[in-house]
């Protein structure tokens, strides 16, 4: 079946530095990818839609300034946190679509990130 | 924004029991998904059910939908330890292969 990865799988940072987070598709294009945050014992909660060759798409309420997204290529989405504060401490998951209608949704394995 | 609810929370039973979980949610859809989560790790795609479907089967698993209640139930047989783990569902109420995820339910199995 088809595999997404992400990188890295966890990490810790100061306070005002920021992180990039990679998420590739191994052996399927994909034009689109979506980026989710997940809190502790609750949902996914979409963040960004993260567009080949152009500008990524962002949910209501997640700064756009702050969540930079960037889809360089077909197989490599990377959502980088600029400036992380602790409240930014969370579980990040990528997916991607792939199927005969795009319908089904492939999911990296996550990124734990922790701000000190 | 999540758009989906999920009951129970969290459910408790014992091996070889069976596990009923709920998901209902607001808007029409083409299609919705149930995935697992084990604890701290990624996603895995489970079953995915059109809305001209009622009813789809995948070894212990069996997913209904009632898109006239607009609620969908997701039922294992046979449960054992290895199923413990969070489940979701989600549909593409987001359009353009947006997922939209219900709240979860965890899913507890005693040996």
């Known amino acids: 079946g088809a595999v997404v990865s992400q990188h890295p799988s966890w990490v810790i940072c100061k306070s005002g530095t920021s992180v990039k987070i990679e998420c590739r598709s191994l052996d399927f294009q994909a034009t689109t990818m979506f980026w989710y945050r997940q809190f502790p014992k609750q949902s996914l909660m979409l963040m960004a839609t993260?567009?080949?060759?152009?500008?990524?798409?962002?949910e209501q309420g997640v700064e756009k300034d702050k969540f930079l997204i960037n889809h360089a290529s077909l197989t490599l989405s990377t959502l980088t946190v600029t400036s992380a504060h602790p409240e930014d401490s969370s579980f990040y998951i990528c997916?991607?679509?792939?199927?005969?209608?795009?319908?089904?949704?492939?999911f990296g394995p996550g990124t734990r990130l922790t701000v000190t | 924004s999540q758009q989906g609810e999920e009951d129970p929370q969290a459910l408790s039973i014992q091996e070889g029991e069976n596990a009923t979980m709920n998901c209902s949610y607001k808007t029409s859809i083409n299609n919705l998904q149930w995935y697992r989560q084990n604890s701290g790790r990624g996603l895995v795609h489970l079953i995915l059910?059109?809305?001209?479907?009622r009813e789809k089967h995948s070894g212990r698993l069996r997913v209904t939908l009632d898109t006239s209640k607009k609620s969908s139930s997701l039922l294992i047989t046979a449960s054992r330890a290895a199923d413990t783990a969070s489940y979701f569902c989600a549909t593409d109420a987001g359009g353009y292969n947006k997922l939209i995820f219900g709240a979860g339910t965890r899913l507890a199995v005693h040996p």
């Open positions: 059910i059109r809305s001209n479907e």
């Open positions: 997916s991607a679509p792939h199927g005969r209608a795009g319908d089904e949704q492939y």
């Open positions: 993260s567009n080949e060759g152009s500008k990524a798409t962002y």
